[in-house]
């Protein structure tokens, strides 16, 4: 809001006019945001078209990422396993 905005009130009949056009503009916000947290966070509908290859494609991208968490669990696990997080004894040389 600018300084201008606030000299041009008047009356109390140009403040509820103002604040009507705020919630208008606050209402059209609030629905902008729902349209757009929908589309970020909603799965589209899966269409019925889709080709064996685009399914092949999906299968294999699934399968590729489920082995790497599964390598990278098992090398965390090696890594950190039967150790402590802070050693606080020193080595002996």
């Given amino acids: ?5 606030l000299s041009t009130y008047r009356s109390l009949s140009d403040i509820h ?3 009507e056009m705020l ?3 606050i209402r059209k916000d609030d629905e902008q945001i729902r349209s757009m947290w929908k589309e970020l966070f909603h799965k589209p509908e899966p269409t019925a078209a889709l080709t064996p290859s ?3 494609n ?4 699934t399968g590729a990422g489920i082995l790497d968490a599964v390598i990278l669990g098992w090398k965390l696990y090696h890594k950190f396993s039967g150790k402590q997080l802070f050693n ?4 002996k040389r």
């Fill in 54 to 56: 685009k399914r092949f």
């Fill in 23 to 25: 919630l208008k503009d």
């Fill in 1 to 5: 809001m600018n300084t201008d905005d």
């Fill in 17 to 19: 006019l103002r604040k």
């Fill in 88 to 91: 606080t004894k020193k080595k």
């Fill in 58 to 61: 999906t299968l294999m991208n």
